[in-house]
Nanobody
Framework: QVQLVESGGGLVQPGGTLRLSCAAS????????MAWYRQGPGKQRELVARLPSGGTTNYADPVKGRFTISRDNAKNTVHLQMNSLKPEDTAVYYCNAQITLISRSQVSSWGRGTQVTVSS
């Protein structure tokens, strides 16, 4: 019913930048919140940044001041601008959206993830 497709991952040197994007499509009535999570090697998935509709943006402490989450509501898209990347940012990054469907059911949808590798 809903698909989330991430793009923009890749290999970057320490101190570099990447911009991730995630586009939601399907039987969407509204998107209540969009977020980025990540899962590093041998680690649990963790919240990176969350942007609810009309609410306060939340960032994980390790990325504050370096990452910026933004939304394009008209295109059902969320972006994650990542600056000053560090090797510890290496992870698979996942998009998540809290969605109200046309049927008025509410679902939490996940993308398949995009790999970000920070290495010299």
């Amino acid at each position: 019913q809903v698909q989330l497709v991430e793009s923009g991952g890749g290999l970057v040197q320490p101190g570099g930048t990447l911009r991730l994007s995630c586009a939601a499509s399907g039987s969407i009535f509204s998107i209540n919140a969009m977020a980025w999570y990540r899962q590093g090697p041998g680690k649990q998935r963790e919240l990176v940044a969350r942007l609810p509709s009309g609410g306060t943006t939340n960032y994980a402490d390790p990325v504050k001041g370096r990452f910026t989450i933004s939304r394009d509501n008209a295109k059902n898209t969320v972006h994650l601008q990542m600056n000053s990347l560090k090797p510890e940012d290496t992870a698979v990054y996942y998009c998540n959206a809290q969605i109200t469907l046309i049927s008025r059911s509410q679902v939490s949808s996940w993308g398949r993830g995009t790999q970000v590798t920070v290495s010299s």
